[in-house]
Nanobody, 124 residues
Framework: QVQLVEAGGGTVQAGGSLRLSCTVSGNPYSSYCIGWFRQAPGKEREGVASLRSDGTKTYAHSVKGRFTTSLDNAANTLYLQMNSLKPEDTAMYYC??????????????????WGQGTQVTVSA
């Protein structure tokens, strides 16, 4: 059974930082992509960052230079360090896992497996 669990969301003032985690169990893919996405009310889900099993990282233009993703292999956990947060970063953040080719700057959203999400709210 594949399970993804996000944690670390909360409320922070603009300019602050948060670190999200995504713990993956039962990953069926040996060559995989783990992606971070976010969805604000009334908006479509958008890609934020991704990590491919070969270590390749991709970031959306809107977060480049502010967000960093890293993997703790021993803990099967992907982190998203978010610095210099802005009110427009407010959204529900999700992680998903699928085959390696899902890591693309076209940010496909049809991942096979998703977590339940964690809310990030940035106040002005």
């Amino acid at each position: 059974q594949v399970q993804l669990v996000e944690a670390g969301g909360g409320t922070v003032q603009a300019g602050g930082s948060l670190r999200l985690s995504c713990t993956v169990s039962g990953n069926p893919y040996s060559s995989y992509c783990i992606g971070w996405f976010r969805q604000a009310p009334g908006k479509e889900r958008e890609g934020v960052a991704s990590l491919r099993s070969d270590g390749t990282k991709t970031y959306a233009h809107s977060v480049k230079g502010r967000f960093t993703t890293s993997l703790d292999n021993a803990a099967n956990t992907l982190y998203l360090q978010m610095n210099s947060l802005k009110p427009e970063d407010t959204a529900m953040y999700y992680c998903g896992v699928d085959r390696f080719y899902f890591c693309s700057d076209t940010w496909p959203t049809s991942y096979a497996y998703w977590g339940q999400g964690t809310q990030v709210t940035v106040s002005a």
